[in-house]
Nanobody
Framework: QVQLVESGGGLVQAGGSLRLSCAAS????????MGWYRQAPGKQRELVAAITDGGRTNYADSVKGRFTISRDNAKNTVYLQMNGLKPEDTAVYYC?????????????????WGQGTQVTVSS
């Protein structure tokens, strides 16, 4: 069974940095797009950044110039480097990946979510 495991969240002061990691494991045939979403209390989950298997990236306007998404295809891992953190970046951050999972009968492609990691930025 495919799993996404996130790490790297925590508490940081405004202006600080954090690096999130998300590793996919299991019977993986292929990984297409990967991304990071976040959900603050009382708000809807929103896309923060995404990266295709070819390396094309997309960012929310609120994080452009501060956050960088990258991936290591050999390790099935996606990263989110967050610099210049602001209190409004406080949220639970979720990893998402479009994965083709290998089964005895073939490959099934669907989206997977990580369990979430808390990022708290103090002012």
């Amino acid at each position: 069974q495919v799993q996404l495991v996130e790490s790297g969240g925590g508490l940081v002061q405004a202006g600080g940095s954090l690096r999130l990691s998300c590793a996919a494991s299991g019977s993986i045939f292929s990984i297409n797009a990967m991304g990071w979403y976040r959900q603050a209390p009382g708000k809807q989950r929103e896309l923060v950044a995404a990266i295709t298997d070819g390396g094309r990236t997309n960012y929310a306007d609120s994080v452009k110039g501060r956050f960088t998404i990258s991936r290591d295809n050999a390790k099935n891992t996606v990263y989110l480097q967050m610099n210049g953190l602001k209190p409004e970046d406080t949220a639970v951050y979720y990893c998402n990946a479009d994965i083709g999972e290998s089964w005895a009968w073939g490959v099934q492609r669907r989206g997977y979510w990580g369990q979430g990691t808390q990022v708290t930025v103090s002012s």
